[in-house]
């Protein structure tokens, strides 16, 4: 099979599942209906599944293509940006039994599951919360959102771009004692709509500075929409700052073992500085069943790195 991208197919179902408290997650199917069932968890937290590129990495002659927009981001509801009053309804916990309720709802017995950045996290933790549930696994930009992860990308990494970190710093309102990550997320929670805007633009020009030194990166053409900019700002700093929601940020590597025979392949760009090849490293030496990859060229995902995405994916197509 070919790793170049294939056409982009378009949606044969889609909907809203209400889940409880008034929340309802947007999930959606392409590809083959009697295909093998394989999701795909979108990154940030709160990125959302945008134009719905990701199809384009399955090949939809051998896969049921299935994606979720995470609670409180893209087309479920409420927005996070909406209602900040609920965000302790959004934790890591709330997001494994939403892809849950999708797997029920949709009669999947098991199903591939991959994920790229965040997306990678959510995976590995819903992995581990129901491992019977899970043939393969495939993930890009690997991460764990551990709090050692979370303070090299919000402070750490400052050091190699500290002009933009002294105005993120600055721009954060930060009180005594109080983490710069943990100070945004207090802003974008609980302050006035114009505090949380500006806290947003200041939070989403730093996400735009610490992946830069990928050769291919290159600064978005026009400002993103406002709304999209702000539901994810207030995610990623809620999840960040509360170490993903896992016990001492440290879970999913303590708890690997339990996923150890589960087929997997790590993708990551040694250029990725906002998320430093150690972590995909060190969740291989612990995990029999993965096979990690290198990308040398490449930062925070790129072209290669989904390249290596779609001969993963193909390989498990061919091995169902």
């Known amino acids: 099979m070919s790793a170049e991208p294939r056409p982009q197919p378009e949606p044969f179902d889609a909907g809203l599942l209400a889940v409880g408290d008034g929340t309802e997650i947007y999930w959606e199917i392409s590809g083959n209906p009697a295909g093998k069932p394989a999701l795909y968890l979108h990154g940030g937290p709160g990125s959302s599944l945008r134009s719905g590129s990701y199809r ?132 974008l929670a609980t302050g006035d709509r114009q505090d949380r805007l500006r806290a947003s633009r200041a939070w989403n020009a730093w996400e735009a500075t610490h992946i830069s030194l990928d050769p291919g990166w290159e600064p978005a053409s026009q400002p993103p929409d406002e709304e999209r900019a702000l539901a994810f700002a207030t995610l990623v700093t809620h999840y960040w700052a509360h170490d993903g929601f896992l016990r001492d940020g440290q879970e999913i590597l303590r708890r690997i073992a339990e996923i150890a025979d589960i087929p997997a392949v790590l993708i990551h760009g040694r250029r990725d500085v906002g998320g430093p090849a150690i972590t995909p490293w060190t969740l291989h030496q612990r995990w029999p069943a993965s096979r990690l990859v290198i990308v040398e060229a490449e930062g925070h995902g790129g072209p290669r790195c989904y390249e290596q995405m779609r001969l993963a994916l193909d390989a498990f197509a061919r091995e169902n």
């Open 56 to 187: 384009r990495h399955f090949d939809p002659q051998r896969y049921r293509i299935i994606g979720i927009d995470q609670r409180g981001c893209g087309r479920s509801r409420p927005l996070a940006s909406d209602a900040p009053s609920e965000l302790h309804r959004n934790t890591t916990q709330a997001l494994i039994g939403d892809i849950e309720a999708v797997r029920t709802h949709l009669g999947v017995q098991s199903w591939l599951v991959s994920g790229v950045s965040w997306g990678s996290t959510l995976a590995l933790a819903y992995a581990q919360a129901h491992p019977g549930r899970v043939s393969e696994l495939v993930l890009v930009a690997v991460t764990t959102t551990s709090r050692e992860e979370v303070d090299w990308i919000t402070e750490g990494v400052g050091r190699l771009f500290p002009e933009a970190w002294q105005r993120f710093e600055q721009d954060s309102g930060r009180g005594p004692g109080e983490r710069v990550v943990e100070a945004y997320a207090r802003r």
